[in-house]
């Protein structure tokens, strides 16, 4: 045979090895490598070529974060009630190395370790306090488990429960409870609107009450401005009128007319009784001596005088 088809040939089965040998890790994904049984290298995202024979890949590990969904599981609360509860774990692979000869199975591992650590924590709370405290469980759960996975090559990101179910009964009580607090507090909201309307009734008839007697207050000062007003303005005329007429020059035979017509306007009223002021009787006094002194303004003739009886002449009869 030809020695250069023999090349040929022994350099195309080389190059078919090789070809067969190139390996191309994906991205996110890590692949250990051992060489003649013992761990050798862990290969990270790209092309490699593995030695035939002597290299082998252990194992292919995905670094990509994944989900532990944990079935239902009985869990017994400090006051002795059974429930049942599942969890969801959210995890990574930090370490292929770690991840590959840290454990035989370390996703089982870590399903057992969170079961486990799910009945230590809830075993330590009641029943009140596991139905209300899922955020400090999943906290206390997150950091047991990430310690715990170290050296497994796993890092736990955060850990979830997802169901609680209580038994049947303490369902039904808990239904119970809350249709007795919803009637509670149904009837609390009617109490206080009740009384926030009977607040708000009390206070529009007091601002009611205030504004009629502010008004009331309001029309009697101004009945009262009114009143003084008028009064004023009289006397102003009167002070007016009393002016004008000494202005003019009037006599005192003036100023008695004056008077007498004001005697005339008070006789005219209704009243029972004249309350004649000083000076008007003075005055009227002083007028009537004058006149019987002066015989001024008598309009009467006086009545003739009869005439003596003649007495008897004794000496002539």
């Not at 599942?86 to 370790?113: Q, R, W």
């Not at 230590?120 to 306090?129: F, K, P, T, W, Y």
């Not at 004023?232 to 008077?259: F, I, N, S, T």
């Not at 002083?286 to 002194?293: A, Q």
Request: hydrophobic share 45%; with cysteine; aromatic share 4%.
């Amino acid at each position: 045979m030809d020695p250069l088809i023999v090349l040929a040939i022994i350099a195309g089965i080389v190059l078919l090895i090789i070809l067969a040998n190139l390996k191309i890790v994906p991205q996110a994904t890590e692949y250990v490598i051992e060489r003649l049984g013992k761990y050798k290298r862990t290969w990270e995202a790209g092309l490699h070529v593995l030695i035939p024979i002597i290299d082998r890949i252990a194992k292919k590990v995905t670094l990509k974060e994944q989900v532990l969904d944990s079935p239902p599981q009985p869990v017994i609360t400090k006051d002795n009630v059974t429930m049942q509860i599942d969890t969801v774990v959210y995890f990574k692979v930090f370490d292929a190395k770690l991840f590959t000869y840290g454990a035989v199975n370390p996703i089982s591992a870590l399903s057992n370790l969170t079961a486990t650590t799910l009945r230590n924590i809830v075993g330590e709370l009641e029943l009140d306090d596991t139905l209300t405290s899922r955020d400090t469980i999943n906290g206390k759960m997150t950091e047991i488990l990430d310690s715990a996975t170290d050296q497994w090559g796993i890092k736990v990101n955060r850990v979830e429960l997802k169901n609680i179910i209580p038994p049947a009964e303490i369902q039904n009580a808990m239904e119970k409870q809350m249709k007795a607090e919803r009637d509670r507090r149904e009837t609390l909201l009617e109490a206080e609107g009740h009384k926030a309307a009977v607040i708000t009734r009390a206070e529009g008839d007091k601002q009611a009450m205030i504004l009629a007697a502010e008004g009331e207050r309001d029309a009697r000062i101004a009945r009262a401005e009114g009143e003084a007003k008028a009064i004023l303005l009289a006397k102003q005329a009167e002070a007016d009128g009393l002016a004008a007429l000494k202005a003019a020059g009037v006599d005192a035979a003036v100023l008695e007319l004056k008077k007498y017509e004001a005697l005339i306007n008070m006789s005219n009223g209704t009243a029972s009784k004249i309350i004649v002021p000083t000076d008007a009787v003075n005055m009227t006094k002083s007028n009537v001596i004058f006149s019987e002194t002066t015989g001024l303004g008598d309009v009467t003739k006086e009545a003739a005088k009869p005439k003596a009886a003649k007495k008897a002449d004794v000496c002539c009869d």
